[in-house]
């Protein structure tokens, strides 16, 4: 008798080409830049204006060509797509660092191509710092997100908090005459909506997505009917709290570009450059992360070390709900400054989406986030120094990124297992 | 340490799990719980490792009555559990797996990843188990992972020692490494509960026995008992495993499989270069433990995995690129290993679920709307003659009992026009009733001049049904032998070594 | 062997048919329309300023503030009663009966989408992109009620036919995302939705597409030639349409479809169970695009019947939120054809009510609340279950079973 023969790589991973849609995409885009903005470009001038004329320390404006410059950007990014398309190819994951390199370079040109030849220019500090306050909420939803998928319960009533934290802290804003308790006020009645997610999907066992979006419908009817039946009628005492003050953080803000984008701003931003790392660190560093991340990988694995899934459960979608009305209080009392009617506008489902693109991972998503709110401010903004852009598109851009990320990275990067699982015991 | 189980009572609605069940496990002593599948052994552990509240009885630790309200409870008193399907989280590492729930932290409540790793490697090499404590779980064999879930369990100081149906995943080699493992462990002063229904196992490490049957304990025989004294406790009256049957009548070789090589779902190479053929009029039985590749090839047999080279012959038509449609119409029938998931939709009623793959043509069919009268008639015709115990055609599927549900299977399959049968596991989870129309079926297939594949994990199984035995090893055929090899030499083909 | 059929299942005691019933369909789905009407009293009642005054002279007049709480609900639901069923306060039967033919003109694109929205909840898979194929779909309709000269009613109907297909895109856009990317539906469908709303807005804006002929700055088209409007089903008196016609057809389509054709038995097989169907045969993966698509035709007859029924220019308002209720109204259909009749009809008269409810002093967007409440008491049985106080279904068949097989034995 003899022992059968184990050939290496028998009942081991065969080497299959993986997926190169990442660096397909890339490449396309590299292309657009390259072609479209550089070569067949505008001709004319880009100024890059880097410093608001309030600033203390003043930056030289940065003048180039376009069709040179796009010409250069599009070569790099092709560079970077080749770079992708390696890796690939040696069936790694297209790396986190070369997407943002190359994100940032494509948005340069983009930016550039569409203020060529415009007399204002590519205004920096003004671009980033709006896109910095208009992605709050969608930030803010995302750790949400984050915190209710990691522990296994699909949320998709981040609508529905955020327009409740809207809502709430603009009417207790306004009456209570301090912005403080109504930003609070704003995250318990977030907290509350989520605990009612929690409870259906964790105790009840109702199907997760559809409690979700019914919630979201609930919030839509109510905020619409408070808003017409009672705080529209006399918007003075109910619904006219204003904004937080900006809060110009000493030395940090007197940087160039950096401190007026990041340095002078609301406490909710503030707030936000908190929770991030915090939430990052909580999750990835702590034993209550790890136990968190069990319960959303293999809740009965959990269960059996003693952990207690649906109270960990219960009180991750909590606080992510608590922190979502945080994000809805960013809308009004962090930004416009009163409640409008469905004021959100599918800031929540946009979340969802963010989560998704940042790979359940609090740092990226908050990057993804950033990227949508870029494009937020990118319809204003295009509108003004290139009319006749059929900027419809470029809003459209953020939504087909997703769904070549949730297309084109599916089977590489998963969710948690049992995100979207009841846990039943026994 | 001492445990002692008292008079426990579990009701699920009006299923009694377990019945006035008592047992006593003395310190550094391997006590098996002998039962079949459903007899209530994992529902007593259940009771005792703190998942499940008996409704009646107690629990003792050295004497003293304890009350387990969750599995924490039970692991702080000093009792560990190894899971039949293992309780280990794939994307964590060793080290998390086994600090899970009880994490060593630094300040700011960070996680102590060196200290977690200290304790893996500690134990590790206590019982020379070699495992390294940064490895992912999803990319470890499931001996090793196995070697994990009880260093989990050492970890947090267990006396006491649950093995689930530890053998189900090993292979021979991997479980004699477990039985010294276990040994070991009671040598060390551990008490061991080994549940198993696998009697040469029994023989082997077990200090006492507990026969458990239909939520009862039945008997508590000596370790010297013979196999066929323990298998009739067990099973409670003299099973005929041999279904009588006329010598084979071979005729042309329905199902041909050359050369095939598949993947599975993380491009692991399952199934290697495998060839056999299956003749009209006999039964082949695939043997081997579970996980070395049978999944996998049953699956592309009937095409819903996909064939990474080779080619699969079905009635003389080539069908390794085939939809599973196409091998269906070839004349192939399946009976899947997981009715529960592949076989049945326990929503639909069972006149449904006895016409599911068969919406595209007649007679089910009558152009593009169902024939609804037709199907009523084939129903009842196939409830009658597979003696599918239900009120009603319209009862849904997951009403039925496991027996039942599985008879529905292969009423589908075998109601048919068949060429080629291929059975996974046909009675897996069935009662011994079942399981004995079930293999009568098989064999009127076999003897209507049907050509059929049987795989099973279960030997008693393959030996009571095949002609011809190929034993499966790591993704290869280890050898085609004859059905009256004996059980020691299956043994060590299983283990993969050639004759 | 001997056929068992003595094992069937009796427990036929009274107690339990009563939880049978008590734990059924129409009792809960009553008493959930029946709660949800409550709390959209109690909020209108809370949010009316005359109620609050009369209740701070409680001591004084506690009559009058009893009063002006019924008073309230009162002027609010009958309201809603008259404007969406009879209006009891007309001079003739042709105004009185007005009301009820608006119900039935708000509820036909709701059921068509709703229709639409439900195939695709038995088929597994969680479709919320009704609103861009309908924005897809309303585009593609007014591009040939437009920009195109063809006799009446086939105009009409190859407006109807485009609105359709070009819906059906938009839904195998998501099928094959869904089938061959893996990419989950409800992203999808999301974003999708939102690039339907911007493709759509600039098909407006574009001259040579859909704006109109003396276009401003606004995006807006030209009203649809009177060859493609949806004709008048009553007569002028009335504004109900030929667009309720195909409401029910397709409300008879999908319930021929889901319940008689073997596609539906192939639809809902892989919605209750994907690998057994894939073990029986069925393409999956196609299944998903094929009830994406026809999902999506559905939506598409919405978008048809507002494209073809509206009086002025198509806006970007026009879609109405239809795509979001139909989501709605497929849950509290129980995704069956009757069900999303039914739910249709609801939702429609909700609509049809709402300007009456204006008038009489009514914030109408208390219906947003009832509607909501309801679905969501419908989706979510414990809730009902706690506040009326059921009690839980009976023991489960599995046990009835086991128990009469081991008898058997």
Same mark, same amino acid.
């Given at each position: 008798?003899?022992?059968?023969?184990?050939?290496?790589?028998?009942?081991?991973?065969?080497?299959?080409?993986?997926?190169?849609?990442?660096?397909?995409?890339?490449?396309?885009?590299?292309?657009?830049?390259?072609?479209?903005?550089?070569?067949?470009?505008?001709?004319?001038?880009?100024?890059?204006v880097?410093?608001?004329?309030?600033?203390?320390?003043?930056?030289?404006?940065?003048?180039?060509?376009?069709?040179?410059?796009?010409?250069?950007?599009?070569?790099?990014?092709?560079?970077?797509?080749?770079?992708?398309?390696?890796?690939?190819?040696?069936?790694?994951?297209?790396?986190?660092?070369?997407?943002?390199?190359?994100?940032?370079? &494509?948005?340069?040109?983009?930016?550039?191509?569409?203020?060529?030849?415009?007399?204002?220019?590519?205004?920096?500090?003004f671009?980033?710092?709006?896109?910095?306050?208009?992605?709050?909420?969608?930030?803010?939803?995302?750790?949400?997100?984050?915190?209710?998928?990691?522990?296994?319960?699909?949320?998709?009533?981040?609508?529905?908090?955020?327009?409740?934290?809207?809502?709430?802290?603009?009417?207790?804003g306004?009456?209570?005459?301090?912005?403080?308790?109504?930003?609070?006020?704003?995250?318990?009645?977030?907290?509350?909506?989520?605990?009612?997610?929690?409870?259906?999907?964790?105790?009840?066992?109702?199907?997760q997505?559809?409690?979700?979006?019914?919630?979201?419908?609930?919030?839509?009817?109510?905020?619409?009917?408070l808003?017409?039946?009672?705080?529209?009628k006399?918007?003075?005492?109910?619904?006219?709290?204003?904004?937080?003050?900006?809060?110009?953080?000493?030395?940090?803000?007197?940087?160039?570009?950096?401190?007026?984008?990041?340095?002078?701003?609301?406490?909710?931003?503030?707030?936000?450059f908190?929770?991030?790392?915090?939430?990052?660190?909580?999750?990835?560093?702590?034993?209550?992360?790890?136990?968190?991340?069990?319960?959303?990988?293999?809740p009965?694995?959990?269960?059996?070390v003693?952990?207690?899934?649906?109270?960990?459960?219960?009180?991750?979608?909590?606080?992510?709900?608590?922190?979502?009305?945080?994000?809805? &209080?960013?809308?009004?009392?962090?930004?416009v400054?009163?409640?409008?009617?469905?004021?959100?506008?599918?800031?929540?489902?946009?979340?969802?989406?963010?989560?998704?693109?940042?790979?359940?991972?609090p740092?990226?998503?908050?990057?993804?986030?950033?990227?949508?709110?870029?494009?937020?401010?990118?319809?204003?903004?295009a509108?003004?120094?290139?009319?006749?852009?059929?900027?419809?598109?470029?809003?459209?851009v953020?939504?087909?990124?997703?769904?070549? &990320?949730? =297309?084109?990275? =599916?089977?590489?990067?998963?969710?948690?297992?049992?995100s979207?699982?009841p846990?039943?015991?026994? | 340490?001492?445990?002692?189980?008292? !008079?426990?009572?579990?009701?699920?609605?009006?299923?009694?799990? !377990?019945?006035? +069940?008592?047992?006593?496990?003395?310190?550094?002593?391997?006590h098996?719980?002998?039962?079949?599948?459903?007899? /209530?052994?994992?529902?007593?552990?259940?009771?005792?490792?703190?998942?499940?509240?008996?409704?009646?009885?107690?629990?003792?630790?050295?004497d003293?009555?304890?009350?387990?309200?969750?599995?924490?409870?039970?692991?702080?008193?000093?009792?560990?559990?190894?899971?039949?399907?293992?309780?280990?989280?794939?994307? $964590?590492?060793?080290?998390? !797996?086994?600090?899970?729930?009880?994490?060593?932290?630094?300040?700011l409540?960070?996680?102590?990843?060196?200290?977690?790793?200290?304790?893996?490697?500690?134990?590790?090499?206590? $019982?020379?188990?070699?495992?390294d404590?940064?490895?992912?779980?999803?990319?470890?064999?499931?001996?090793?992972?196995?070697?994990?879930?009880?260093?989990?369990?050492?970890?947090? !100081?267990?006396?006491?020692?649950?093995?689930?149906?530890?053998t189900?995943v090993?292979?021979?080699?991997?479980?004699?490494?477990?039985?010294?493992?276990?040994?070991?462990?009671?040598?060390?002063?551990?008490?061991?509960?080994?549940?198993?229904?696998?009697?040469?196992?029994?023989?082997?490490?077990?200090?006492?026995?507990?026969?458990?049957?239909?939520?009862?304990?039945?008997?508590?025989?000596?370790?010297?008992?013979?196999?066929?004294e323990?298998?009739?406790?067990?099973?409670?009256?003299?099973?005929?495993?041999?279904v009588?049957?006329?010598?084979?009548?071979?005729?042309?070789?329905?199902?041909? %499989?050359?050369?095939?090589t598949?993947?599975?779902?993380?491009?692991?190479?399952?199934?290697?270069?495998?060839s056999?053929?299956?003749?009209?009029?006999?039964?082949?039985?695939?043997?081997g433990?579970?996980?070395?590749?049978?999944?996998?090839?049953?699956?592309?047999?009937?095409?819903?995995?996909?064939?990474?080279?080779?080619?699969?012959?079905?009635?003389?038509?080539?069908v390794?690129?085939?939809t599973?449609?196409?091998?269906?119409?070839? /004349?192939?029938?399946? +009976?899947?290993?997981?009715?529960?998931?592949?076989?049945?939709?326990?929503?639909?009623?069972?006149?449904?679920?006895?016409?599911?793959?068969?919406? $595209?043509?007649?007679?089910?069919?009558?152009?593009?709307?169902?024939?609804?009268?037709?199907?009523?008639e084939?129903?009842?015709d196939? %409830?009658?003659?597979?003696?599918?115990?239900?009120?009603?055609?319209?009862?849904?599927?997951?009403?039925?009992?496991?027996?039942?549900?599985?008879?529905?299977?292969?009423?589908?399959?075998?109601?048919?026009?068949?060429?080629?049968?291929?059975?996974?596991q046909p009675?897996?989870?069935?009662?011994?009733?079942?399981?004995?129309?079930?293999?009568?079926?098989?064999?009127?297939?076999?003897?209507?001049g049907?050509?059929?594949? +049987?795989?099973?994990?279960?030997?008693?199984?393959?030996?009571?049904?095949?002609d011809r %035995?190929?034993v499966?090893?790591?993704?290869?055929?280890?050898?085609?032998?004859?059905?009256?090899?004996?059980?020691?030499?299956?043994?060590?083909?299983?283990?993969? %070594?050639?004759? | 062997?001997?056929?068992?059929?003595?094992?069937?299942?009796?427990?036929?005691?009274?107690?339990?048919?009563?939880?049978?019933?008590?734990?059924?369909? #129409?009792?809960?789905?009553?008493?959930?329309?029946?709660?949800?009407?409550?709390?959209?009293?109690?909020?209108?009642?809370?949010?009316?300023?005359?109620?609050?005054?009369?209740?701070?002279?409680?001591?004084?007049?506690?009559?009058?503030?009893?009063?002006?709480?019924?008073?309230?609900?009162?002027?609010?639901?009958g309201?809603?009663?008259?404007?969406?069923?009879?209006?009891?306060?007309?001079?003739?039967?042709?105004?009185?009966?007005?009301?009820?033919?608006?119900?039935?003109?708000?509820?036909?694109?709701?059921?068509?989408?709703?229709?639409?929205?439900?195939?695709?909840?038995?088929?597994?898979?969680?479709?919320?992109?009704?609103?861009g194929?309908?924005m897809?779909?309303?585009?593609?309709?007014?591009?040939?009620?437009?920009?195109?000269?063809?006799?009446?009613?086939?105009?009409?109907?190859?407006?109807?036919?485009?609105?359709?297909?070009?819906?059906?895109?938009?839904?195998?856009?998501?099928?094959?995302?869904?089938a061959?990317?893996?990419?989950?539906?409800?992203?999808?469908?999301?974003?999708?939705?939102?690039?339907?709303?911007?493709l759509?807005?600039?098909?407006?804006?574009? #001259?040579?597409?859909?704006?109109?002929a003396?276009?401003?700055?606004?995006?807006?088209?030209?009203?649809?030639?009177?060859?493609a409007?949806?004709?008048s089903l009553?007569?002028?008196?009335?504004k109900?349409?030929?667009?309720?016609?195909?409401?029910?057809?397709?409300v008879?389509?999908?319930?021929?479809?889901?319940?008689?054709?073997?596609?539906?038995?192939?639809?809902?097989?892989?919605?209750?169970?994907?690998?057994?169907?894939?073990?029986?045969?069925?393409?999956?993966?196609?299944?998903?695009?094929w009830?994406?698509?026809?999902?999506?035709?559905?939506?598409?007859?919405?978008?048809?019947?507002?494209?073809?029924?509206?009086?002025?220019?198509?806006?970007?308002?026009?879609?109405?939120?239809?795509?979001?209720?139909?989501?709605?109204?497929?849950?509290?259909?129980?995704?069956?054809?009757?069900?999303?009749?039914?739910?249709?009809?609801?939702?429609?008269?909700?609509?049809?009510?709402a300007?009456?409810?204006?008038?009489?002093?009514?914030?109408?967007?208390?219906?947003?609340?009832?509607?909501?409440?309801?679905?969501?008491?419908?989706?979510? #049985?414990?809730?009902?279950?706690?506040?009326?106080?059921?009690?839980?279904?009976? #023991?489960?068949?599995?046990?009835?079973?086991?128990?009469?097989?081991?008898?058997?034995?």
């Amino acid at each position: 008798m003899s022992k059968i023969e184990v050939t290496p790589g028998m009942f081991s991973q065969v080497e299959l080409k993986p997926s190169l849609k990442a660096s397909i995409v890339m490449a396309v885009a590299g292309l657009i830049v390259l072609l479209g903005f550089g070569v067949f470009g505008k001709p004319g001038d880009i100024t890059y204006v880097w410093s608001d004329k309030r600033e203390f320390v003043q930056l030289p404006s940065y003048v180039v060509n376009s069709m040179l410059f796009c010409t250069i950007i599009g070569v790099i990014l092709l560079a970077l797509a080749g770079l992708a398309f390696m890796l690939n190819r040696r069936s790694k994951v297209t790396p986190m660092w070369l997407i943002i390199i190359f994100g940032f370079l &494509a948005i340069m040109a983009l930016l550039g191509w569409l203020a060529t030849g415009a007399s204002q220019g590519v205004q920096m500090v003004f671009i980033l710092s709006n896109t910095l306050v208009l992605a709050i909420p969608l930030i803010l939803g995302g750790m949400a997100g984050i915190m209710s998928e990691r522990v296994g319960v699909v949320n998709i009533a981040i609508e529905g908090q955020l327009l409740t934290g809207a809502f709430v802290s603009s009417v207790v804003g306004t009456t209570t005459g301090n912005l403080y308790i109504g930003m609070i006020a704003a995250m318990i009645a977030a907290g509350l909506l989520s605990m009612i997610l929690a409870s259906l999907a964790i105790k009840y066992l109702v199907d997760q997505v559809i409690i979700g979006v019914l919630l979201n419908v609930l919030v839509i009817g109510v905020t619409n009917f408070l808003h017409s039946a009672w705080v529209d009628k006399d918007r003075q005492h109910l619904n006219f709290p204003g904004t937080f003050d900006k809060i110009a953080i000493p030395f940090l803000s007197d940087i160039p570009v950096v401190g007026q984008v990041l340095f002078n701003n609301r406490i909710t931003v503030y707030l936000m450059f908190i929770i991030v790392p915090v939430l990052w660190y909580v999750l990835f560093k702590t034993k209550l992360g790890l136990r968190a991340r069990s319960v959303g990988e293999h809740p009965l694995a959990a269960d059996t070390v003693g952990i207690n899934v649906a109270k960990t459960r219960f009180w991750w979608v909590t606080i992510g709900g608590m922190i979502a009305g945080l994000g809805g &209080a960013a809308l009004t009392i962090g930004n416009v400054g009163s409640f409008g009617r469905e004021m959100s506008g599918g800031q929540g489902f946009i979340a969802l989406a963010v989560v998704i693109l940042g790979r359940w991972q609090p740092i990226y998503v908050m990057l993804s986030a950033l990227l949508f709110g870029f494009t937020i401010i990118l319809r204003v903004w295009a509108n003004q120094v290139s009319p006749g852009v059929p900027f419809d598109f470029i809003v459209m851009v953020p939504y087909l990124v997703t769904l070549v &990320a949730v =297309a084109g990275f =599916a089977g590489k990067v998963r969710a948690p297992a049992a995100s979207g699982q009841p846990y039943v015991k026994g | 340490m001492k445990l002692e189980l008292r !008079n426990i009572t579990k009701k699920f609605g009006t299923l009694v799990a !377990n019945d006035n +069940i008592s047992l006593v496990l003395k310190p550094g002593e391997i006590h098996s719980l002998l039962g079949e599948n459903g007899a /209530g052994k994992s529902t007593l552990m259940n009771v005792l490792y703190g998942l499940l509240q008996p409704d009646s009885g107690e629990i003792l630790l050295d004497d003293k009555a304890v009350k387990f309200n969750g599995p924490g409870d039970a692991m702080a008193a000093g009792i560990g559990m190894v899971h039949q399907h293992f309780m280990l989280i794939p994307v $964590f590492t060793v080290a998390e !797996n086994v600090v899970l729930g009880h994490e060593p932290t630094s300040k700011l409540g960070a996680l102590d990843v060196g200290a977690a790793r200290k304790l893996v490697l500690e134990i590790s090499d206590r $019982f020379g188990f070699q495992i390294d404590p940064d490895a992912k779980i999803q990319d470890l064999p499931v001996g090793a992972q196995q070697r994990v879930e009880i260093i989990k369990a050492l970890a947090r !100081n267990a006396k006491i020692l649950v093995l689930d149906e530890p053998t189900a995943v090993l292979t021979p080699q991997e479980t004699d490494e477990l039985m010294e493992i276990m040994r070991g462990l009671a040598k060390s002063g551990t008490s061991i509960i080994f549940i198993t229904h696998k009697l040469r196992e029994v023989q082997q490490v077990a200090d006492s026995i507990t026969v458990i049957r239909q939520g009862k304990v039945v008997a508590s025989p000596s370790p010297k008992a013979s196999a066929s004294e323990l298998a009739s406790l067990m099973v409670g009256r003299e099973v005929d495993l041999d279904v009588k049957r006329k010598p084979a009548k071979l005729g042309g070789e329905s199902l041909v %499989i050359q050369d095939l090589t598949v993947l599975d779902d993380r491009n692991h190479q399952m199934v290697d270069g495998v060839s056999f053929k299956v003749q009209d009029g006999e039964v082949l039985a695939i043997a081997g433990v579970q996980g070395n590749g049978q999944t996998e090839l049953a699956e592309a047999i009937l095409g819903i995995r996909k064939v990474h080279s080779g080619s699969i012959v079905v009635s003389n038509k080539d069908v390794t690129k085939s939809t599973v449609r196409e091998v269906l119409e070839a /004349g192939l029938g399946y +009976i899947p290993e997981d009715r529960k998931k592949d076989g049945l939709v326990g929503d639909f009623s069972i006149a449904e679920n006895l016409m599911l793959d068969g919406s $595209f043509t007649k007679p089910f069919a009558k152009g593009i709307q169902i024939d609804f009268p037709k199907r009523d008639e084939i129903a009842e015709d196939l %409830i009658e003659r597979f003696d599918i115990r239900t009120p009603s055609a319209e009862t849904l599927a997951k009403q039925l009992s496991g027996g039942n549900q599985q008879k529905v299977v292969v009423a589908r399959e075998l109601g048919r026009d068949l060429k080629v049968l291929v059975a996974s596991q046909p009675t897996r989870g069935v009662d011994v009733g079942s399981i004995e129309f079930i293999h009568e079926q098989i064999i009127a297939a076999r003897d209507a001049g049907k050509a059929v594949l +049987i795989i099973s994990t279960e030997l008693d199984e393959v030996l009571a049904l095949a002609d011809r %035995i190929a034993v499966m090893y790591r993704g290869k055929i280890v050898g085609i032998v004859d059905a009256k090899t004996s059980r020691e030499k299956l043994g060590k083909m299983m283990a993969g %070594i050639a004759a | 062997m001997k056929k068992n059929k003595d094992v069937a299942v009796k427990e036929s005691s009274s107690e339990s048919v009563l939880k049978e019933i008590m734990s059924g369909d #129409p009792v809960r789905i009553s008493l959930s329309i029946l709660l949800g009407f409550i709390i959209g009293a109690i909020f209108m009642v809370v949010f009316d300023s005359g109620v609050v005054k009369s209740w701070s002279n409680f001591g004084a007049d506690p009559n009058y503030a009893l009063s002006s709480v019924w008073w309230t609900i009162q002027d609010g639901y009958g309201a809603l009663f008259s404007g969406s069923i009879y209006n009891l306060n007309a001079d003739n039967f042709i105004d009185g009966i007005r009301p009820l033919t608006e119900t039935l003109r708000f509820a036909a694109p709701l059921v068509m989408a709703g229709l639409g929205v439900a195939l695709t909840f038995r088929v597994g898979l969680f479709n919320i992109g009704a609103t861009g194929q309908i924005m897809v779909g309303l585009a593609g309709a007014t591009f040939v009620s437009t920009r195109m000269e063809l006799p009446p009613v086939i105009h009409m109907l190859l407006a109807t036919v485009v609105a359709v297909l070009c819906a059906s895109v938009w839904g195998i856009i998501v099928g094959i995302l869904k089938a061959r990317f893996g990419a989950h539906e409800v992203i999808v469908t999301i974003m999708l939705n939102y690039v339907a709303a911007s493709l759509f807005t600039y098909f407006l804006r574009e #001259p040579s597409l859909l704006l109109e002929a003396n276009g401003g700055g606004t995006p807006k088209s030209d009203r649809p030639a009177d060859t493609a409007m949806l004709g008048s089903l009553l007569g002028p008196e009335f504004k109900l349409h030929y667009g309720l016609i195909f409401a029910v057809l397709a409300v008879v389509g999908y319930w021929w479809l889901m319940e008689r054709s073997t596609f539906g038995f192939r639809f809902r097989m892989v919605g209750h169970n994907a690998s057994a169907a894939r073990a029986a045969g069925i393409k999956v993966e196609n299944t998903f695009i094929w009830a994406l698509a026809i999902s999506a035709g559905f939506a598409g007859l919405a978008a048809a019947n507002q494209a073809l029924s509206i009086q002025g220019g198509l806006t970007t308002s026009i879609e109405a939120g239809i795509g979001f209720d139909a989501i709605t109204v497929a849950l509290l259909g129980g995704s069956r054809a009757g069900g999303v009749a039914m739910a249709g009809l609801l939702f429609g008269a909700f609509k049809a009510g709402a300007s009456s409810m204006q008038v009489a002093g009514v914030s109408p967007e208390v219906l947003g609340v009832v509607k909501a409440l309801i679905v969501l008491f419908i989706a979510a #049985p414990p809730i009902i279950r706690a506040i009326y106080r059921l009690p839980k279904p009976g #023991p489960k068949m599995i046990d009835v079973m086991k128990k009469t097989a081991k008898v058997a034995k």
